[in-house]
């Protein structure tokens, strides 16, 4: 079963006991997983009575190609971006007592570290707020799909590990990381996962420091191939399903003639959202094999982003990437097939329609 199996002073135990703490986090590491990873590793190299007065003793891996700032945000705090060749520990002699998880809990999400993490799994502890998971992963896990980033609920794990009173009284280098997770898994605060709760956290992270103009400068930037990138989606958009489905793409080609790379197609499927009588957006890429550390055998491989409004008949988009062996959230979730961009296209509308025939008859 997919749920928690410990609590937060129980991780905080652990956290504090561990001489070695090794932070993973999903392939192609998005604002909430470099921020909460980064946020944790600088909460447990904090100098404190629990780590012999400040010796740097936690690290955070990243592989899948790496968000453009992810330099800017992790700083000089230990990490390292193994590349697809790398053999992960390779540069790490000394084994973690702990590895905390972030932001997934999946085997999938974890590809290009399963070999090293399998038999290692033991240690782990994963922290996620996702739907899905694999409970073997690790014995211990603290899931709540109520938060809406990671980072709401690591937030509290480094008030707690620091023994702080308040999130606000988080150190401004922690607070900042924290802030990114939050902003970006809410669209900046626009999607439906904004609660009060997610409010007052963010304020707590503005009291304590957090950088939000600098974070929203570096990572909302947009580069000319970006910008012609985002053209060729747009004019690719249809509609189906009465116009409640809409289907938005990129090419190979695409990606070749605006010198765009998979990183610049990230956020694309918040388009077609605006359309007033669209429900269900799809965004399709085309991706090279390597970027889900999947053997290039000249299989086409299409990733699928999904979203869903949150008008009635709700349609659970979770379901439909769980059908095609993706997962996440009701209202955002993803996949990818060995297909084509059309092959996708027609599998989605043909499971997209059967949740809408869903939702009327339910
Ligand atoms: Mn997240």
Redesign the pocket.
């Known amino acids: 079963m997919w749920t928690s199996t410990t609590t937060l002073p129980e991780i905080v135990m652990k956290l504090r006991a561990a001489r070695r703490v090794l932070v993973l986090t999903h392939l192609k590491p998005?604002g909430?997983?470099v921020g909460s990873s980064i946020a944790l590793v600088r909460t447990l190299n904090q100098p404190g009575p629990w780590n012999n007065g400040g010796t740097p003793r936690a690290k955070a891996w990243y592989y899948g190609p790496p968000p453009p700032w992810i330099e800017d945000i992790a700083g000089t705090t230990p990490h390292a971006v193994l590349g697809r060749h790398d053999v992960p520990g390779a540069e790490q002699p000394e084994e973690p007592d702990v590895i905390a998880v972030l932001?997934t809990g999946s085997w999938t999400q974890l590809e290009p570290v399963a070999d090293w993490l399998g038999p290692r799994s033991q240690r782990a502890i994963i922290v996620d707020?996702h739907a899905q998971g694999d409970p073997e992963l690790a014995p211990l896990r603290y899931i709540n799909v109520q938060s809406a980033?990671?980072c709401e609920i690591v937030a509290e794990l480094c008030r707690q590990l620091l023994g702080v009173d308040g999130i606000r009284d988080l150190p401004k280098d922690i607070a900042t990381p924290l802030y990114l997770?939050l902003a970006t898994?809410t669209g900046w605060f626009r999607h439906s996962n904004v609660t009060p709760g997610v409010m007052h956290t963010a304020a707590d992270l503005l009291a304590a420091g957090a950088e939000h103009v600098r974070l929203y400068s570096l990572t909302e930037q947009n580069s000319r191939a970006r910008l012609a990138l985002i053209g060729r989606a747009l004019a690719s958009i249809e509609l189906h399903c009465g116009d409640r489905l809409a289907l938005m793409c990129v090419t190979e080609q695409d990606f070749r003639e605006t010198g765009a790379t998979p990183g610049d197609a990230g956020g694309l499927t918040d388009f077609t959202q605006s359309l007033p009588s669209v429900q269900v957006s799809a965004f399709f890429s085309a991706a090279s094999p390597s970027e889900f550390g999947l053997a290039d055998d000249g299989k086409p491989v299409t990733k699928i982003s999904l979203r869903s409004k949150s008008f009635e008949p709700a349609v659970d988009v979770n379901i439909v990437a769980k059908a095609l062996g993706g997962g996440g959230h009701v209202r955002a979730a993803g996949t990818r097939m060995q297909a084509t961009i059309r092959e996708a296209k027609e599998r989605i509308i043909e499971l997209v329609s059967a949740q809408f025939a869903a939702a009327t008859k339910g």
């Open positions: 998005d909430d997983a932001d707020h980033a990671v997770g898994d």
